[in-house]
C-alpha cells in the first residue's frame, strides 16, 4: 500500500491540545485511540476504559473544533475509545481532568454528581461528567430532556442512575419538586405524615443549598494557536506512520480523489464508529486509512427549492441539528421527511456517537439494521458521488443497497453529499424502530414509510416501505406498496397489505440475529401504526370523517424526582457523630475528578509485561496441537505461559471438582483459558494471543442445555432436596393443581471496570505484590502462593478500590491472578492482565440460567397447600460455586410464603458452555421468580389479583423455614401494608385497569412483591472479621479492616463506625486500601453482610483504642484528642490495635435439612407499574416504590443506593439483559453492542425508596441489617407487571388463565406473549424443525 502513496512524504507532526496544554506528536500512530493515548502515554488516567466499542460512555471526553465557515466553536461529547489520535489535529480535548480537581477547583458538576451520591464504584462516574460538562458546555441550563439525551449512552451498573439524574437535574430552571402530589409544594407538605410534627422537615439526601454555583466563564477557553491554525491559508496534505497502518487527510477534494483511485480499499475515516470496531473487534487491518475531514465539500449544505443537499461527512447531530433549525423556516407539509428523519434520529446510537458519526458513513456502511437508511429510501433521497473518473447522482432506493455492508458505490467513488427532498402536501411519513434497549441499541427492526395521496383523496398515489432489520440489507416492500397503491388508505387495503407483506418478507428460521416471529410481527404492526398515523393525518384534514380506534403515542420518558424517605438520627445524638446519616462517599469526589485510581490506573513500572489469554474455539474437544511459535516471532513478544510453566498447583478445587487453570489435553467450553502470551504492550500481547495456532479433534455430544444435561445425567453433585411437611399426601386433598414451567436466562455481571490485576515481583525470596480488582483478596494470595508453590507470607494482595465486582470478582479472577502471577515469577517481571470487555464476558461466566418446574396445590379461596419445585441451573464446564448457588435456590424458596408442604429439589447442571459463578444474590433472584410465577399462575388460575394471592399465604405471627430457622415477619408484614400505602396501590391498580379498557394497544400493568432475604454465610467460619486501626501522633487514624470496597460504600460505612467510637470527626479517619499484610485471611466482601462484619472488627478495634486512652482522657477530660494521643505515645502506650469479630455460628446441615444459616432476614416489598407497547413490546416503567427493612441505617444515602441499585439490576436480569450463544456454544453477547444493562432510558419515572421505621436488629452493628444483594429480585415487580399488561391484553383477544413469559421478558417475548392479531398471523414454528440462530439454555 505504501508503495502507492507518496515516497517521499515523511510523517507529519500531529497537534492538538488537551486541557489547555499542546501536544504535538511526531510518530502518531493511526491505530492509536485517544483512549490510550490519554492512559497510557500521557497518564491522564481518569478518562476509563469499559468496553472500547463506544457502547459504555466510560470514556467520555469532550471534543472542541473551529468551525472555519462560521468561526464558530462546537464543543461535543465523544467516546474517546473510537476517535483516532489522528483524527485530533487542530482539535481541542477536555478531560476530567481538566474539569476540575480536588486540589485546584472542583466543578459544579462534579461536586454535584457526587454529593447527590450518584458515584458509587465511581468507574462511570468521569464519563458521566464529561456527558454533563459538554451538555452545560453548550447549555448552561438544560432541560430535563436535554440531560436525559446527554447522559443516554453512559452506562452505570452500580446506582441505578436516580441519584445522577437528580445530581444533574438541579442545573435545570425547571421545577425541582417531585410532583408526587400533583405539584404545589408537595415535596415539602404533601406527603407528610400526620403524626409527625407539622415543624419537622423530613432528611434529606443532600442539600442543593450547599452547590457552587455554575460560572460557566470560568471553563477553559478554545487554544487561540488552534484558531490561528484553522485559519492558516495553505492548507496541506497530513501524513501519519504508524507501526502497520498509514493515515492521509487530504486538503481538497480533488487530492482525496487522486488518493482514493490510487487506493480504492482505504476506507475514509469520519466517526470511525464502524471502521473502529472492524479493527478492535474483528482485527481488520487497513494499511492506508484516509481522513476526509478537512475537504469542504462533504460538510456542505444547500438548501433549493426542491430539498436540501447535505453534506455526507456532517455528524448525526449536526444532520438533526440543521433539520430541527430548517423545521420552522418550511411549511408544515413541507417537513415530512424531515420530522421522521429526526425522530429515528433521536434514538438512533448515543449522543457520542452521533456527534461524531457521519451520515454518508452511515449510508455507505449499509447496516442491514440501519436507522437512517429506510427513511431516506422511503423519502426518494438521492445520493450525488464522485470520483476522479466523474461526478453522477443516484436514487437511494433498493438497487443502492447490494448486499451486507455493501452499496452500489464503487470502491473508488466517494459520496459527497445526501438530496434530503422537501415533502409535499399530502405526503406523510412514518418512521419507527424497535430495539433490545429503547436508546444507545441498534434496532431490532426498523422503518420508513412513505405515502402519497392527491388533494382530498384517500386514494393512495403513491406509497414507499423499507424495512431495516429483515435480511442482509435495507429492503424494499416493493409488492406490499404494490398492494396498497391505487387504493384506499383504509382498513381493507392494509389487511391485505398484512398478508402480502408476510408472504414478501420471509425471514429464514435460523436468520443471524433470531427473534424471527418477532421481527416478522414488528414490520406487521409497524405497518399497522403507520396506517393509524395516516389515517389521522386524513382526519385532521377532513379527507375522512370516520372514528380513528387509536392515537399513537410515544411512551411517556419523563424522570421526575422521587421520594428517598428515611429516619432522623436521634435528637439526642451529637453532631459529630456521623452514624445514621446520609455522608457522600469517601471517596465520590475522587471518582468525579477522575483522581480516584483503579488498578490499571496503577502507573506501569520499568519492564512491565502484558498478559493476553489464548481461549478454546471448541465446545468439547481433546487439544492435539498448540503453537506458539509464530507469536513467539512477533514484535514484543517476550513468553508464552502454558501449564507446563505452573510450579505449584496447576488446578483448583471447588466444591469437590478439580478446576484446570490452564487447559493441557482438553477443553470443554469456548472460552476456557489455553496459554497466555507475554509482550511489551497490550497490543503486542493481543497480536501474539491471536497468532497462537491451536488444533482440537472435536469430542461428541456437547452438551449445552439443562434438558440435554438431565437427559445425560451431567450434574455436579450433590444434588440437594429440602422438604417440609408431605408434600405427595397434600397434593391428595387439595381442590386444584396446576404445573408449570419458568426459564431465566444468565445474566453477566457487567461490573464497569473488567478484570484487572498487576502482580509485581518483589525482586527477592520470590516475593510478590499483586494489585488485583477482587472482592477476596485472601483468595488471590492463596490461590497464587500455591500456583507458584510458596508460603502465602510471600505474596501481599492489595485492593484500593474495584470498578464493580458483584460476586463476579472472585472465583474467576482468582484464575487470572493465578496465570498472571506463573508469568509474573517466570519472567520475573511486572505483568498487566486487564481483560478486554468481550473476553471478560466470554471467559469469566455469569449468573446461572435457571430452568424452573413446578407443581401447585391450592384451595379455590387462594391458600396454596402443597408446591413441588425442581430447579435445574446451568452451571457450565466447572463447578465454581454452582453448588452452593444452587443450595441459596432451597434456602429461600418460601420466600414470603407459609406454604405447608413445600419441597424442593435444585441440581447444577455440567454443560460445555463457560462456567457459571456468584452473582449478586446467589441464586435468590432465580429461585424466587419461579415461585412468584407460581403465585401469579395460581391467581390467574383462581381468576384473582396476584397480591391477594400473596396475602393469604404470606408468613403471619412467629413462623419457621423449611429449615426449621424461627423467625417473625412482622416487618415483612409492615413492609407490605406500608407499601401498598405508599404507592397507592389501590387506587392506582384501578386506574390501570380503566386505562386497559379506554386503550387497545397500549397496557398499564402493576405488580406488588416481596422478599426475604437470609444474610450471611452460611458456612459459619466466613463470618469471621478483622481490623487493624492505627492512631499517629497527630491524632489522624488509619483503618484497615478486610472488606473491600466497590462501590457498596463499605470504607465510608467503616469511617463513620471508627468516627463514633472513637469519638473524632470523619475526616480524622482515613482508609487505604485491604491489604492482606496488614488484615490477614480475611472473608470475602459478599453475602451482604460485609458492614455487619466488619463494622464489628472495626468497632472492636476502635473500642480497644478508647479504652486504651481512657486513663489519659480522665487525666486530662478537657483536652483535646490530639493531646491525649500524644500523651499515650509518649507515656509509651501502643496507639495500633487489631479488631476481631467472630460471628454467628451459622451452619445448614443438609442430611438432617435444618440448620441456621442466617443470622437475620432482610425485609423489602416493591410495587411497579409499567406501560407496554403491545405491538412492539417495548415498555416503560411508570412508578416504582420500594419499602424496605433495613433496620437502623448506618448510612442512608449509600443504602439506598443499594437499594436502587439492586434494584435496576434486577431489572436488567428480568426484563432486558440476554445471553446469546450460539448453537456451538459460543457466547454472541460479548460488548454493550450486543448485551444491554438498564441505561437512563430505563429509569423509573418515578422511584420511590421508603427505609421502614423503627426498625432495629439485634444481630449487626448498630442495629443495621445487611441490604447488597436483596433488592436485586424486587426488580421482577417490572417483570411481573408486564406479565401483568400482557395478560390485559391477551384479554383483548379472549385469552385468559395462566401463560407462559419467560425471563427476561424482552420486547420480544413481551410483544409474542401479548398475542396481538399481528403475532398471531405468524406461523408458530416448529421446535426441532429447524436450527435456531441461538440455543435456548
Ligand atoms: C455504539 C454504536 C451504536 C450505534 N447505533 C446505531 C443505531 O442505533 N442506528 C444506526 O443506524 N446506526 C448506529 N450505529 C452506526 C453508526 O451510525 C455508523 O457507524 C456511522 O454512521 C458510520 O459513520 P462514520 O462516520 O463513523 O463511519 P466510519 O467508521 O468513519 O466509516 C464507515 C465506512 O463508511 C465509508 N465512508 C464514510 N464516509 C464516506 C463517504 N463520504 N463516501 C464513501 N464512503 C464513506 C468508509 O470508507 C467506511 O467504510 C452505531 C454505531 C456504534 C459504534
Ligand atoms: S470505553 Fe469507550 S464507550 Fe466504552
Ligand atoms: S458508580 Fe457507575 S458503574 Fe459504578
Known sequence: MSSKMPAEKQGDILCFFINGKKVTENNADPETTLLSFLREKLRLTGTKYGCGGGGCGACTVMLSRLQPATRTITHYSVNACLLPLCQLHGASVTTVEGVGSTKTRLHPVQERIAKAHGSQCGFCTPGMVMSMYTLLRNRPQ?????????????????????????????????????????????????EQNPDEPAHEEKPRLFDKEEFLPLDPTQELIFPPELILMAEAANPKTLTFR???????????????????????EAPLVVGNSNIGPGMKFKGVLHPLMISPTRVTELFEVTRTPQGVWVGAGCSLTEVWSLLEKLLPQLAEEQTGLFRALIRQLGTLGSLQI????????????????????????AGNCRVSVVSAGGRRELPLNQDFFVSFGKTILKPEEILVSVFIPFSRKGEFFGAFRQAPRKESSFSTVTTGMRVFFSEGSRVVQDVSIYYGGMGPTTVCATKTCAAIVSRPWDDETLSQAYNVLLDELVLPLSAPGGKVEFRRSLTLSFLFQFHLEVLQKLKEMHVIT????????????????????FQHVPKDQSDQDPVGRPIMHRSALSHATGEAVYCDDLPATEGELFLALVTSSRAHAKITGLDASEALRLPGVVDVITAKDIPGQKARKLCGYEEELLAETEVSCIGQMLCAVVADSRSHAKRGAAAVKVAYEDLPDPVFTAEEAVEKSSFFEPRRTIERGNVTEAFESVDQVHEGELRIGGQEHFYMETQSMLVVPVGEETEFNAYVSTQFPTLMQEAIAETLSIPSNRVTCHVRRIGGAFGGKVVKTAALACITGVAAWKTNRAVRCVLERGEDMLITGARHPVLGKYKVGFMNDGRIVAADFHYYANAGNMADESVLVVEKFLLHFDNAYNIPNLRGHAAACRTNLPSNTAFRGFGVPQSLLVVENMVEDVAALLRRPAHQIREINMYKGPSVTQYKLEFSPENLQRCWEECKLKADHGARRRAADQFNRENRWRKRGMSIVPIKYGIAFSDGFLNQAAALVHIYKDGSVLVSHGGTEMGQGLHTKMQQVASRELHVPASKVYISETSTNTVPNASPSAASCGTDANGMAVQNACQILYQRLEPIRLRNPKGSWESWVQTAFYEKMSLSATGFYKGPDLYMDWDKKEGRPYAYFTFGVCCCEVELDCLTGDYRT????????IGRSVNPSMDIGQIEGAFMQGLGLYTLEELKFSPSGLLYTRGPSQYKIPAVCDVPLRFNVYLLPDSSNPHAIYSSKGIGEPAVFLGSAAFFAIKDAAAAARSESGLVGPFSLNSPATAERACLACASPFTQKIPASKPGSFKPWALNI
Open 1182 to 1189: 411508570l412508578r416504582t416504590d420500594i419499602v424496605v427493612d
Open 546 to 565: 370516520e372514528e380513528i380506534p387509536e392515537k399513537m403515542q410515544p411512551l411517556p420518558r419523563e424522570i421526575h424526582p422521587g421520594l428517598q424517605e
Open 354 to 377: 452521533r456527534n461524531v458519526a457521519s451520515l454518508g458513513g452511515n449510508i455507505v456502511s449499509a447496516y442491514p439494521n440501519s436507522d437512517l437508511n429506510p427513511v431516506l429510501a
Open 142 to 190: 438544560p432541560t430535563m430532556e436535554d440531560i436525559t439525551q446527554a447522559l443516554a449512552g453512559n452506562l452505570c451498573r452500580c446506582t441505578g442512575y436516580r441519584p445522577i439524574i437528580d445530581g444533574c437535574r438541579t442545573f435545570c430552571q425547571e421545577a425541582n419538586c417531585c410532583q408526587a402530589n400533583g405539584g404545589e409544594d408537595c415535596c415539602q407538605k404533601g
Open 242 to 264: 504508524g507501526e502497520r497502518v498509514s493515515w492521509v487527510s487530504p486538503s481538497s477534494l480533488e487530492e482525496l480523489l487522486q488518493l482514493k483511485a490510487r487506493n480504492p
